[in-house]
C-alpha cells in the first residue's frame, strides 16, 4: 500500500503533506495543491518585481563574502571550504597569484559540481489545518481543498546555492541569540508558557 501512495505521488495525483500546526497528515488531490500554490505566488508577485534567476550571482556573493572572512582571520580555512567548496592557497595552501602576490582559491575537486550547480529553491504549501475543527474538515470535498483550508507557502532551501551559507549563520547565531537575548530568547511558543510556569510565585498554604 505504502508503495501504491508513493506512485501516486510521483505520478502527481495526490499529495500527502504535514499540516502547519499540529500531527495531522492530509492527502490531497495534486490539483488541489497546485491552486493552493498558484493562488498565493499570484498575491506576493502583484507586490514584487519581475523575478530573474540569479543563482550564479547568489554563489559568488557567498564566495566572496567568506573569502573576506577569512582573509580577516574571521573563519578557518576548513569553514569556508564546507561552504563555498573553495580552498585557500590551493591544496597545499600556498598557491599565491603572480601578479600581485594575493592568495589564489581554488575548487575542492571532487565536489566542484556540487558546489557550483546547486538546487533552486523551492515552494510548498503548508495547509493551516488547525483553523478548522475535525467536523469541518471532513466536510471539505476533495475539490474545494484550495478553498476551505486555509495555507501559506513555505520556500524549502535545502541543497540550494544559499543552503550552506544559511546553515552556517544559524550555527553562528544562535548561540549568540541566545547569550544575548536570554530571557527574551525563545525557540518555540511552548517555552514561553513553561518559562512563565516557571515563573509564577509559590502558591500560599
Known amino acids: 500500500m505504502l508503495k501504491e501512495l508513493r506512485q501516486l505521488v510521483i505520478d502527481k495525483i495526490i499529495d500527502i503533506r504535514k499540516v502547519d500546526k499540529g500531527d495531522t497528515i492530509l492527502v490531497i488531490n495534486f490539483e488541489e495543491r497546485k491552486k493552493i500554490e498558484d493562488a498565493n505566488i499570484s498575491k506576493v508577485a502583484a507586490l514584487c518585481d519581475k523575478q530573474e534567476s540569479n543563482g550564479v550571482e547568489n554563489r559568488l556573493f557567498v564566495e566572496q563574502k567568506m573569502k573576506e572572512l577569512y ?95 544559511q546553515a552556517w549563520l544559524e550555527a553562528f547565531l544562535t548561540p549568540l541569540s541566545k547569550l544575548y537575548g536570554m530571557f527574551e530568547y525563545t525557540k518555540v511558543s511552548t517555552a514561553i508558557l513553561i518559562d512563565f510556569d516557571k515563573a509564577k510565585p509559590p502558591s500560599r498554604k
Do not use: W
Open 71 to 165: 582573509e580577516l582571520k574571521f573563519i578557518e580555512g576548513k569553514e569556508l571550504t564546507a561552504v563555498t567548496g573553495l580552498l585557500p592557497g590551493g591544496v597545499n595552501g600556498k598557491l599565491i597569484h603572480r601578479e600581485d602576490g594575493s592568495l589564489k582559491y581554488t575548487h575542492v575537486l571532487d565536489t566542484n559540481e556540487y558546489f557550483a550547480r546547486q538546487g533552486t529553491p523551492y515552494v510548498y504549501p503548508l495547509l493551516k489545518a488547525h483553523k478548522l475543527t475535525l467536523d469541518e474538515l471532513k466536510q471539505v470535498k476533495p475539490d474545494e481543498v484550495s478553498l476551505r483550508i486555509p495555507a501559506r507557502l513555505v520556500v524549502g532551501m535545502s541543497s540550494c546555492q544559499m543552503s550552506r551559507i
